[in-house]
């Protein structure tokens, strides 16, 4: 069979490979450390799971509109004002199947065939895909750690040509974690508004964030910016929500009215009675997000220390999201090998930077429970010993 010439150019997602494969070895019985899939270990809180139960139980079984439950739109829309300082009404929010189907449909609707998307490298595996599968052409800028990760005004500036259509910003970042600082999206939003471009700002680790760092939404910056500016934004991280499929995307009105169209005919609505958990999330207590985000912040110190203290590997210390990028260039291994041979050899799953864009790093998910990452550091440990001694 022929299959279209953009699927040729597209790989599966390595981050839900690894994880698949670290839960096929658990299930063999074999004693495996995922540092995988950044999917958080705990249940989706009791008030969230007794909301969806309510509404399943009060016949929310029907189809619904494709844009979501009104409900929903408008907590949305009020979180999005009150807590991000984003003037956003009902109408200009779409209910998605999660954060990376907002994105998709967004660039679905957006982008025409050699459109130009710049993304910051190391990025989350899924966007320069992303705009593939919609024709576009992804172009890629790459960062370090003597930049802290963090894309700069000069280069997002020296970037655009008269293709570019989008900016992808990622502040919590997936993978490195690093957090975007005030006056840093400040600069980045002159540059949007100056060369008249669009950005999305992925907020999906928002509320996961150390340390006093403040998050702060591109588009509260002014009117500007505002108008060019689309949210991408979900349940998964902050109300560990990873199955429910649960995301949204905000923006101004002819694009969620296109995406709205999009998924009428794709995918319509997302499931009814799920997102009766979502009301249930914005509308209630918040005391859980901070529960978990405490003990992301333990689990941080904890593994950034043992890390740290392994010769021949290091990371920064990230600010936000549930991940470590750690540098593995002093071990001569290129990261697929690094990630194989662990996984292997000590039965520890991590991520290869390469999928991420950054061959000289692996990404570590710290979104497990405490006992796995103390034998999964110890058992790291021994792996990076056995490379220097060789
Ligand atoms: N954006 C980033 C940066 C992510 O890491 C993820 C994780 N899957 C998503 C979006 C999408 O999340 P989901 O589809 O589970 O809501
Ligand atoms: N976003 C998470 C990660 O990067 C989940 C997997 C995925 O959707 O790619 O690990």
């Known amino acids: 069979m022929k299959l279209a010439a953009r699927f040729g150019q597209v790989p599966a997602s ?233 995301g949204y995307l905000a923006g101004p009105v002819e694009l969620i009215d296109a995406v709205t169209t999009i998924q009428s005919h794709s995918t319509s609505n997302v499931c009814t009675f799920a997102q009766y958990g979502a009301i249930a999330a914005l509308e209630g207590s918040l005391d859980c997000v901070e529960n978990m985000r405490q003990a992301f912040a333990q689990r941080r110190k904890i593994m950034f220390e043992r890390i740290n203290a392994i010769d021949g590997i290091s990371c920064p210390k990230p600010d936000g999201a549930f991940y470590l990028f750690v540098n593995i260039s002093k071990t001569g291994l290129k990261s697929l090998e690094f990630c194989k041979t662990l996984l292997e050899s000590q039965q520890v799953a991590v991520v290869p930077g390469i999928a991420f864009g950054t061959d000289e790093c692996i990404r570590l998910s710290y979104a497990t429970d405490m006992n796995s990452i103390e034998k999964g550091m110890d058992r790291l440990e021994k792996f990076v010993h056995s490379l220097n001694s060789m």
């Not at 016949?59 to 408008?74: D, F, M, N, S």
């Not at 979180?79 to 003037?87: D, P």
């Not at 907002?102 to 957006?110: G, Q, T, V």
Request: with cysteine; glycine share 6%.
């Open 14 to 246: 390595l981050t839900l490979a690894i994880a698949a494969k670290a839960k096929a070895m658990k299930a063999e019985g074999l004693d495996v450390c995922s540092f995988s899939a950044g999917e958080p270990d705990f249940d989706t809180p009791a008030h969230i799971r007794a909301a969806a139960k309510a509404a399943l139980d009060a016949g929310k079984t029907r189809y619904g509109p494709a844009a979501g439950e009104p409900k929903l739109r408008e907590a949305i829309a009020n979180k999005l004002r009150q807590e991000n300082s984003l003037a956003y009404e009902r109408c200009n929010v779409i209910v998605t199947n999660g954060g990376k189907h907002s994105l998709f449909n967004m660039m679905l609707a957006l982008i025409e065939t050699g459109d130009e998307v710049i993304i910051p490298a190391p990025y989350w595996l899924s966007y320069p895909e992303m705009v593939k599968l919609a024709d576009g052409k992804p172009v890629i800028v790459p960062t370090d750690a003597s930049s802290c990760y963090k894309i700069t005004p000069e280069q997002l500036r020296a970037s655009i040509t008269p293709k570019t259509k989008l900016f992808i910003l990622n502040s919590p970042c997936n993978p490195t974690g690093i957090v975007y600082t005030p006056a840093e999206i400040k600069a980045l939003a002159e540059v949007v508004v100056e060369q008249d471009i669009l950005v999305v700002s992925d907020e999906i680790y928002e509320k996961i964030i150390y340390d006093r760092v403040q998050h702060l939404s591109i588009g509260a910056l002014g009117t500007e910016i505002f108008e060019r500016t689309i949210i991408s934004g979900g349940f998964a991280k902050a109300f560990s929500m990873t199955g429910w499929r649960l």
